[in-house]
């Protein structure tokens, strides 16, 4: 298990190399000057010319890359070219609004699918079961923007129980903190809670027409213990990928539900400095993102083990 | 204990009630009374307006710089940090008194080297600086409030140039205007009505202004960038809010107060809702050009660009843009309807416009050889993106193969500077706009610019227009300006330095409770404005 752990952690490592280089080439190739959008609409040929040599930017790639890759294995991962602030600086101050997101929409879509799923099993070609799973369908379908909108228009604009826009840093209370992020957590979690639900019932089928399922019940175990101590835990496997799943797809709804909701988050800070071609900011976002993404890759075939003892990194 | 329907659905009621408390309480705080969030047209991408000349860093200048001169609602300019001034018999030497009293922020008094050091960091940058400070030879500084600018020779547009509303001249600390100008500033402090709460401001997320406590507003009532900037509010938010249903959604909820750029296809969203009105602080609006690239075929040749004339149907663009013909209109003259500079000189090609005849006539005069038009469509930005998409088919009908390079705008305002023909990576026509009171100067509207390669997109070269601008320059009066406006579009509309699209206006929107805005163009001003 170590050993796996430790060759585990030496593949990160190349992983993030190479993460490294796609991140510094796509975004120097991509179009976007950002010394012509700084310069502003009315600038010249010439007035942008002399920006773009002030900004460093027509030294090679090559020279470009080194430089910043030198910085980054020191912590530094520059500072943005329109505000001047350290990219370091400007991702701390926005994870907070991100991690409280991503953890309630993951408690919420875990919570709500695994059971849903569980549920839509034990009941399998039931009402219920076929209403999961028109529900499961439709979560998957409707875009998160879409669901957004309706969730503000409800809740927001029609009720007034909860605020359009915005956040409350969990320091200044609960409840605010809470209030703010409700819908947008529900917005992103409709998707995963449909996601998961599916897998989870899927997993449930298979692991419930299995004979030592049958064994159990012969045995007079209630139904309950039937479906969470033998079924549930051997169906763990499926769940928990695609949970991880789930976390990296996590990634690319933060960015939508931050905008919509106007939570000033990684995902909005990434937006912005696409809009602007803020080059320090997307590469050190970008490179956040593919780490996280990694260790919860590397966490995910950990837990292989621990949830099924059939499983052995030996 | 039993429990019947009706009490459940009294106590769900209640619950209710009681859970919609806080939302209602943040709406109508006493705290908030005075305080003021807005939603402006972009971010505040950098906060040093000499070191970009971003429309909304301008916005941020006003908050908290002053200027010397402004211009009034006559568009007219006027002394604003300037107590007196006087010209010389032989017009070379202007004397400027600042006010008495002026102060920074910080308490430290505005003197008269704060005003030549950011002079002259705002004219190593600006266009209009720079065609004045030609004409300067010395700025001395007399006394404390006191300096001079001595021309070389007489120019006719000094206090216009330091009272412009666009890209202006804003009053530092000397220790700020010294900073090289190919540099930002580091400390914000300026003499104007807000002070920038740099510890309450969170970038990328929402700037906040407090009043500034030491601001002594002239005693006239506001007019323009001119007279009383009298501040009735405690604190400005601008939030940086991308997403357009969400900002509308915002204002409509009382979450926010102002939204500068409300998209037309949710105004009517807007105007149904008793709390919010919509209106048009800028009354001139903006003027969309389409840029013709001179350097390459066919836009190389004048009868191309006489085409593009003819092609081009305004009324199209702004409809199928904005919708709604309240907000736009048609215009011909190179500088913009409504303006001063306005004229019908040379616009019969108007009158028969649209005609794709005509124009597929011109194309074959020009000895059009088939090769594509490349038009840069920036498809986030709606009217550049529709106006490009209707060239495109216009270009088609008559004849000419039309190709369409989309990308967002930041992939447009990179391409748009390669001179490489159009085939490798460059580009013959893009799309664009302009305030129309910049459109109004030949000086301050880039595009104006035809000297060839030193000069704006699209590079059109024409030495009578040229000369032309430099007499506009030397006029000392409107009426003599405005003569040799009709010279220079009599001579424009000849050579085709680009093709107009329309003009609109972009109304705001703001709760019913928030008043006091002054139209400048431009601009949004927060001083007058007060929350009732």
């Not at chain 2, 604003?80 to 600042?98: A, C, E, W």
């Not at chain 2, 001079?148 to 000094?158: A, N, S, W």
């Not at chain 2, 092609?311 to 199928?320: F, H």
Request: include cysteine; charged fraction near 20%.
């Amino acid at each position: 298990m170590l050993k796996f752990a430790f060759d585990r952690l030496c593949s990160i490592a190349v992983v993030m190399v190479i993460a490294a280089l796609l991140v510094f080439l796509l975004i120097h190739l991509a179009p976007g000057d950002p010394a012509a959008i700084i310069a502003g609409d009315n600038a010249t040929t010439e007035q942008v010319a002399a920006l773009r040599h002030t900004l460093g930017l027509e030294d090679p790639l090559p020279l470009q890359f080194v430089r910043w890759a030198g910085a980054v294995l020191g912590g530094d991962l520059g500072v943005s070219i329109f505000s001047g602030a350290p990219v370091l600086g400007l991702i701390v101050q926005r994870l907070e609004p991100t991690v409280s997101l991503a953890l309630l929409t993951m408690l919420v879509a875990v919570v709500l699918a695994v059971s849903v799923g569980v549920l839509a099993a034990a009941k399998a070609g039931s009402l219920i079961d076929r209403t999961v799973m028109v529900f499961a369908v439709l979560g998957f379908s409707v875009p998160v923007f879409v669901v957004g909108y309706f969730l503000i228009y409800v809740f927001s604009i029609t009720l007034r129980w909860l605020p359009v826009q915005g956040y409350t840093p969990i320091a200044e209370g609960v409840r605010p903190w809470l209030e703010h992020l409700i819908l947008p957590a529900v917005t992103l979690g409709l998707a995963y809670v449909a996601l998961i639900a599916r897998i989870t019932r899927a997993a449930m089928l298979d692991v419930l027409a299995e004979d030592y399922v049958r064994t159990a019940r012969a045995k007079g175990v209630t139904p309950g213990r039937v479906l969470l101590k033998h079924a549930l835990r051997n169906a763990g496997v499926p769940i928990v990928t695609i949970i991880g799943i789930g976390v990296a797809l996590l990634i690319g709804g933060v960015v939508i539900t931050e905008t919509v909701f106007n939570l000033p988050g990684v995902g909005r800070l990434v937006v912005d400095a696409i809009s602007k071609r803020d080059y320090p900011i997307i590469q050190g976002v970008t490179l956040v993102f593919s780490g996280v993404y990694v260790v919860v890759n590397l966490l995910i075939d950990l837990s292989y083990a621990l949830i099924d003892p059939r499983v052995s990194y030996k | 204990m039993s429990i019947d329907r009706r009490t459940v659905l009294k106590s769900g009621s209640l619950a209710m009630a009681a859970s919609a408390l806080p939302w209602v309480a943040r709406a109508q705080s006493p705290a908030l009374r005075r305080s003021l969030r807005a939603v402006m047209q972009a971010d505040l991408r950098s906060f040093d307006p000499v070191w970009t000349t971003a429309a909304i860093t301008g916005y941020h200048a006003a908050m908290i710089y002053d200027t010397l001169f402004g211009i009034d609602g006559e568009m007219k300019p006027r002394p604003q940090m300037v107590s007196d001034y006087g010209v010389s018999d032989d017009k070379l030497t202007y004397t400027f008194k600042l006010r008495d009293g002026l102060a920074f922020s910080d308490g430290s008094p505005v003197t008269a080297a704060d005003c030549v050091a950011s002079m002259r960091r705002w004219a190593a940058r600006d266009t209009g600086g720079q065609i004045l400070f030609k004409y300067v030879a010395d700025t001395p500084v007399k006394d404390d409030r006191t300096f001079q600018l001595v021309l070389r020779e007489r120019y006719g547009l000094v206090l216009e140039t330091l009272g412009k509303t666009s890209n202006s001249l804003w009053i530092m600390r000397r220790r700020e205007a010294e900073t090289d100008p190919t540099q930002q500033i580091s400390e914000l402090v300026g003499s104007g009505p807000f002070v920038f709460n740099k510890d309450a401001t969170k970038v990328g997320v929402a700037y906040v202004y407090d009043r500034n406590p030491n601001y002594r507003p002239r005693p006239e009532a506001p007019s323009g960038t001119t007279g009383g900037k009298v501040v009735k509010l405690d604190r400005v938010v601008w939030e940086n809010m991308i997403d357009e249903e969400t900002a509308v959604s915002a204002l409509q909820a009382g979450e926010i107060d102002f939204y500068e750029t409300p998209p037309l296809e949710l105004l009517g969203r807007l105007q149904s809702d008793r709390n919010i009105k919509v209106e048009v602080l800028n009354k001139l609006g903006n003027v969309g050009f389409i840029r013709l690239n001179w350097l390459h075929p066919p836009f190389d040749n004048r009868k191309a660009r006489e085409a593009m004339l003819y092609l081009v149907n305004q009324s199209d663009i702004m409809k199928a843009t904005f919708g709604n013909e309240e907000y736009y209109r048609t215009c011909a003259s190179l500088f913009g309807c409504g303006t001063d500079m306005e004229n019908d000189e040379n616009t019969g090609w108007f009158k028969s416009a649209p005609d794709l005849k005509k124009a597929a006539q011109l194309f074959k005069e020009a000895g059009y050889d088939g090769r594509p038009v490349v038009i840069l469509q920036p498809t986030n930005l709606a009217m550049p993106n529709m106006a490009a998409q209707l060239l495109a088919d216009w270009l088609s009908r008559a004849g000419v193969k039309a190709e369409l390079a989309p990308s967002d705008w930041g992939g447009v305002v990179a391409r748009r500077a390669v001179t490489a023909p159009p085939g490798q990576g460059g580009w013959n026509i893009f799309v664009s706009w302009n305030p129309a009171s910049t459109f109004a100067s030949p000086i301050l509207f880039p595009g104006h610019i035809a000297n060839g390669r030193k000069g704006f997109f699209g590079w059109p070269d024409d030495e009578t227009h040229e000369r032309l601008r430099v007499d506009w320059t030397m006029a000392e009066t409107v009426a003599e300006r405005q003569a040799i406006a009709r010279r220079m579009q009599a001579n424009a509309w000849n050579f085709v330095p680009h093709v107009l699209a329309g003009q609109w206006v972009a109304p705001v929107a703001h709760r019913t409770d928030v008043r006091g805005f002054v139209p400048v163009p431009d601009l949004v001003p927060f001083w007058n404005v007060e929350k009732v």
